[in-house]
């Protein structure tokens, strides 16, 4: 099984220390920080209580002795709610024809078929480094580019047409789940992840943690996406995304600015 958020790794620490016989203490970190004073006081009775033996107070959590089963948990696993980006595999249709070229559009629009049905909705800087590996051409110019844009254009997928947004996506569907890298070839930069994937992401990793602050939410979503480096496009992106999910009542932020679930 794997930790699919921050709740299920709490639930399974108390668990793991009631059935090792422990008495727990909680201090919500909201109420350490709203009445600092009265917390203490909460605590230092607790401490007190166990070490004259006395039985716990209300506020001290017990429960009896059960039969501990533990999980093996992978804590680098993806969340349940996200899903592997599937790149599409395989080569282009030969062609003995420039891509530049009238000719060459059956094969690019079999290849671009493929391509979106597998990883739409997909960057176009993803689209042409697909098509120059495919097709083995050493760039793709501006003449192939827009080869490319006649064939997408006139193409349909499901029924929908396809068609370019004005970020440069590729669309015959919205992104609908948050998908996640497995290797180097499926991550994608911050400007080549659709913005409501990226609100989505934002939303479930809220969800999860129950209570964050904008730094940590920031520091999930690159490892949720495979970005190593912290740079000002990723904190404008989680920023944007944050005040969508906000303004649309998905998530909430409190009078302290911190973000909570609804």
């Known amino acids: ?7 299920d790794r709490d639930r399974l620490r108390s668990s793991v220390l009631r059935g090792l016989g422990w008495n727990l203490h909680r201090v919500w970190s909201l109420a350490w920080y709203h009445d600092r004073a009265k917390q203490s006081e909460r605590l230092r009775r607790s401490i007190e209580d166990a ?22 948990i992978d804590l680098d696993a993806p969340p349940s709610w996200a899903v592997e980006y599937q790149v599409m595999r395989g080569g282009a249709m030969r062609t003995g024809y420039d891509l530049a070229s009238v000719e060459s559009r059956p094969a690019m629009r079999a290849y671009l078929e493929r391509l979106l049905e597998a990883e739409g909705p997909v ?33 349909t997928i499901g029924g929908s047409s396809v068609r ?38 934002v939303f479930n990793l809220v969800e999860d ?6 730094d940590d939410l ?3 979503v690159r490892k949720l996406f495979g970005w190593r480096r912290a740079g000002a496009d990723i904190q404008h992106a989680v920023t944007i995304a944050t005040d969508r999910c906000v303004a649309s009542g998905l998530v909430r932020r409190t009078e302290t600015g911190v973000l909570r679930s609804r």
Request: no cysteine; hydrophobic share 45%; charged share 25%.
């Open 1 to 7: 099984a794997s930790a699919a958020s921050a709740r």
């Open 51 to 72: 070490l004259r033996g006395r039985p716990a107070s209300p506020s001290v959590s017990t429960a009896p002795v059960v039969e501990l089963v533990v999980d093996e």
């Open 164 to 201: 370019v947004d004005e970020n440069g996506f590729y669309r015959h569907n919205a992104a609908l789940d948050v998908r996640v890298p497995t290797d180097d070839e499926s991550v994608r930069t911050v400007g080549q992840t659709p913005p409501e994937e990226l609100e989505l992401a």
């Open 123 to 155: 960057h176009q800087d993803v689209v042409f480094r697909r098509i120059r590996d495919a097709f083995g051409v050493g760039r793709v110019g501006s003449n192939i580019k827009a080869n490319i844009e006649f064939v997408a254009s006139r193409l």
């Open 218 to 220: 920031v520091l999930a």
């Open 209 to 214: 943690a129950v209570v964050v602050g904008d």
